[in-house]
C-alpha cells in the first residue's frame, strides 16, 4: 500500500479529491485514473498505536460489481487464497429464503443460466486488492489533508463531516433494530447457498465464506437494539445457540469464531447530491449519500454504482465543460438518485413488511411468498435486476 504524500496538500492542484478512501472511493479513484485525471484520496491519519480493528464482515456482490472490481483489476479471484488464508470470494449457488408461516422462497443460479446469484467477498481481502490497485497508480496520490480540486467526491460513510459542513441535508429514519454480525463455523457445508430468515420482526442472513465446499459463514442477523447490546456485553456467549435455534439442522451445530459487531441500522439519504462552495464543487457518492436496511444485500452495489456512473459522466462530457460544472454533475444526481430511491423504498418496505406481528398480515406475506415462488417471469426478473443485469 502507497503511503500518504508527505508534500503539503496546499501545494497541489489535482482534478479531483476523494475524501474516503474506503472500498467506494477507491474504486472511484481508479476509474478515474483510466482517463488520467490527476486524483487525491483522502483518508484520516490512524492514531498512534490503535491497533485495526478485525472486520468480520462480509459484502454481497452481484455480476456489476464484480465487472466493475475486475475493470480496475481490484477484484479477488474466487480460489485464490492469500497467504496461505482459505479463499476470499465464494459464488452463490442458491438463495433459500423462508417467512414465518411456511413461506417460502428459492432462487437458484443454474435455473437463471448465470454462473452465480451473487459472490460473497471477504472485506480485508478486497481493501488490500484496492489498495494494491491504487499503488500502481502514478495519478492517484494518497493525502490526510484535502487538496484543492475542480470537483471533490464525499465518500466519508454516513457520519460524513464534509458534507455537514458543505450544508448538504442528510434525512436519517433510525430502525428500531441493530445489525449483529458475527463469523460461524458449521458442522456442515454450506454449499455455497446464502439463507435468510424472516421470523418475529427479525431478519437473519447466514453468507457462505471459504468457497462453495466451506463450512464458515458470516452472519448478519437485524435485532432489536436492547439484544444486540446485550449479545455484545456477553461477547456472544448465546449468540450461537440463538443462531441455531433459529436455522434448525440446517449446518449441523455451529460455534462462534469471532466476537460479534454491531452497528445502528437507518434509512437515510441526501436530499441534494452536488453542492458548489467557494472552492470548488463537491458530490456524494456512497454510504454518504444513502443508507439502507441490509436485507437485500445491496448496499455496497449501490454505493459502486454512484462510483460508475459518476466516473462514466465525468468521462463523457463536453471538452469545454470544467470537472466542477454543476449542469454535468446534476446528469449524475439525477441518474442515481432515481435507482437509490427505488432500491430504498423496496428495502424499507420490505422490513416494514415483515416487522408487523398481525397474523393477518403474517398470513398474506407468507401467501405472497409462495406465490412468488411459483411466478416464474417475475422471478427470473427480479434475480437479473438484484444481479445488476
Same mark, same amino acid.
Given at each position: 500500500m502507497s503511503s500518504p504524500s508527505t508534500r503539503p496538500a496546499s501545494q497541489r492542484r489535482f482534478d479531483v +479529491?476523494?475524501?474516503?478512501?474506503?472500498v467506494v472511493g477507491q474504486t472511484l479513484a481508479l476509474l478515474l485514473a483510466r482517463d488520467r485525471l490527476k486524483v487525491a484520496l483522502v483518508e484520516p491519519a490512524v492514531p498512534q498505536g490503535q491497533a485495526p480493528r478485525t472486520?468480520?464482515?462480509? @459484502? !454481497?456482490?452481484?455480476?456489476? %460489481?464484480?465487472?466493475?472490481?475486475?475493470?480496475?483489476?481490484?477484484?479477488?479471484?474466487?480460489? !485464490?487464497?492469500?497467504?496461505?488464508?482459505? +479463499?476470499?470470494?465464494?459464488?452463490?449457488?442458491?438463495m433459500h429464503v423462508w417467512g414465518d408461516q411456511g413461506g417460502a422462497v428459492h432462487f437458484e443460479a443454474h435455473d437463471q443460466a448465470l454462473d452465480a446469484l451473487t459472490w460473497i467477498v471477504d472485506v480485508p481481502a478486497l481493501e488490500r486488492r484496492l489498495a494494491d490497485a491504487v499503488s500502481f497508480q502514478a495519478s492517484i496520490e494518497r493525502f490526510h489533508e484535502?487538496?484543492? !480540486?475542480?470537483?471533490?467526491?464525499?465518500?466519508?460513510?454516513?457520519? %460524513?463531516?464534509?458534507?455537514?459542513?458543505?450544508g448538504l441535508d442528510f434525512h436519517v429514519r433510525p430502525y428500531p433494530h441493530k445489525a449483529v454480525a458475527a463469523r460461524l463455523r458449521c458442522e456442515r457445508p454450506h454449499g455455497g447457498v446464502a439463507r435468510q430468515w424472516f421470523q418475529d420482526g427479525e431478519i437473519m442472513a447466514l453468507l457462505p465464506l471459504e468457497g462453495a465446499q466451506g463450512n464458515s459463514v458470516a452472519l448478519v442477523w437485524s435485532v432489536p437494539t436492547q439484544q444486540a447490546d446485550a449479545w455484545l456485553a456477553e461477547a456472544g456467549q448465546h449468540l450461537a445457540q440463538a443462531v441455531q435455534s433459529r436455522c434448525g439442522e440446517v449446518l449441523g451445530e455451529m460455534s462462534l469464531e469471532s466476537p460479534p459487531q454491531a452497528w445502528p441500522l437507518e434509512l437515510s439519504?441526501?436530499?441534494?447530491?452536488?453542492?458548489?462552495?467557494?472552492?470548488?464543487?463537491?458530490?456524494?457518492?456512497?454510504?454518504? !449519500?444513502?443508507?439502507?436496511?441490509?436485507?437485500?444485500?445491496?448496499?455496497?452495489?449501490?454505493g459502486l454504482a454512484d462510483a460508475a456512473e459518476l466516473a462514466r459522466v465525468l468521462h463523457g462530457r463536453e471538452y469545454w465543460r470544467d470537472?466542477?460544472?454543476?449542469?454535468?454533475?446534476?446528469? @449524475?444526481?439525477?441518474?442515481?438518485?432515481?435507482?437509490?430511491?427505488?432500491? %430504498?423504498?423496496?428495502?424499507?418496505?420490505?422490513? %416494514?413488511?415483515?416487522?408487523?406481528?398481525?397474523?393477518?398480515?403474517?398470513?398474506?406475506?407468507?401467501?405472497?411468498?409462495?406465490?412468488f415462488e411459483r411466478s416464474g417471469a417475475l422471478k427470473h426478473w427480479m434475480v437479473r435486476q438484484a444481479a445488476g443485469l
Amino acid at each position: 500500500m502507497s503511503s500518504p504524500s508527505t508534500r503539503p496538500a496546499s501545494q497541489r492542484r489535482f482534478d479531483v +479529491t476523494i475524501r474516503g478512501g474506503g472500498v467506494v472511493g477507491q474504486t472511484l479513484a481508479l476509474l478515474l485514473a483510466r482517463d488520467r485525471l490527476k486524483v487525491a484520496l483522502v483518508e484520516p491519519a490512524v492514531p498512534q498505536g490503535q491497533a485495526p480493528r478485525t472486520d468480520v464482515r462480509a @459484502y !454481497a456482490l452481484n455480476a456489476a %460489481s464484480r465487472e466493475l472490481l475486475r475493470s480496475v483489476r481490484a477484484w479477488p479471484e474466487a480460489g !485464490a487464497a492469500e497467504n496461505g488464508s482459505p +479463499t476470499t470470494v465464494t459464488p452463490v449457488s442458491g438463495m433459500h429464503v423462508w417467512g414465518d408461516q411456511g413461506g417460502a422462497v428459492h432462487f437458484e443460479a443454474h435455473d437463471q443460466a448465470l454462473d452465480a446469484l451473487t459472490w460473497i467477498v471477504d472485506v480485508p481481502a478486497l481493501e488490500r486488492r484496492l489498495a494494491d490497485a491504487v499503488s500502481f497508480q502514478a495519478s492517484i496520490e494518497r493525502f490526510h489533508e484535502a487538496p484543492p !480540486a475542480a470537483l471533490t467526491v464525499v465518500c466519508e460513510g454516513k457520519r %460524513s463531516q464534509t458534507r455537514e459542513e458543505v450544508g448538504l441535508d442528510f434525512h436519517v429514519r433510525p430502525y428500531p433494530h441493530k445489525a449483529v454480525a458475527a463469523r460461524l463455523r458449521c458442522e456442515r457445508p454450506h454449499g455455497g447457498v446464502a439463507r435468510q430468515w424472516f421470523q418475529d420482526g427479525e431478519i437473519m442472513a447466514l453468507l457462505p465464506l471459504e468457497g462453495a465446499q466451506g463450512n464458515s459463514v458470516a452472519l448478519v442477523w437485524s435485532v432489536p437494539t436492547q439484544q444486540a447490546d446485550a449479545w455484545l456485553a456477553e461477547a456472544g456467549q448465546h449468540l450461537a445457540q440463538a443462531v441455531q435455534s433459529r436455522c434448525g439442522e440446517v449446518l449441523g451445530e455451529m460455534s462462534l469464531e469471532s466476537p460479534p459487531q454491531a452497528w445502528p441500522l437507518e434509512l437515510s439519504k441526501a436530499q441534494r447530491w452536488i453542492a458548489r462552495t467557494a472552492q470548488g464543487s463537491v458530490a456524494l457518492a456512497g454510504d454518504a !449519500a444513502h443508507a439502507m436496511h441490509p436485507l437485500a444485500g445491496q448496499g455496497l452495489n449501490v454505493g459502486l454504482a454512484d462510483a460508475a456512473e459518476l466516473a462514466r459522466v465525468l468521462h463523457g462530457r463536453e471538452y469545454w465543460r470544467d470537472l466542477g460544472d454543476l449542469k454535468l454533475l446534476r446528469r @449524475y444526481e439525477r441518474a442515481r438518485a432515481a435507482d437509490v430511491g427505488a432500491m %430504498s423504498w423496496v428495502t424499507d418496505g420490505l422490513f %416494514s413488511l415483515f416487522a408487523h406481528q398481525d397474523s393477518r398480515i403474517q398470513a398474506l406475506r407468507n401467501w405472497g411468498m409462495k406465490g412468488f415462488e411459483r411466478s416464474g417471469a417475475l422471478k427470473h426478473w427480479m434475480v437479473r435486476q438484484a444481479a445488476g443485469l
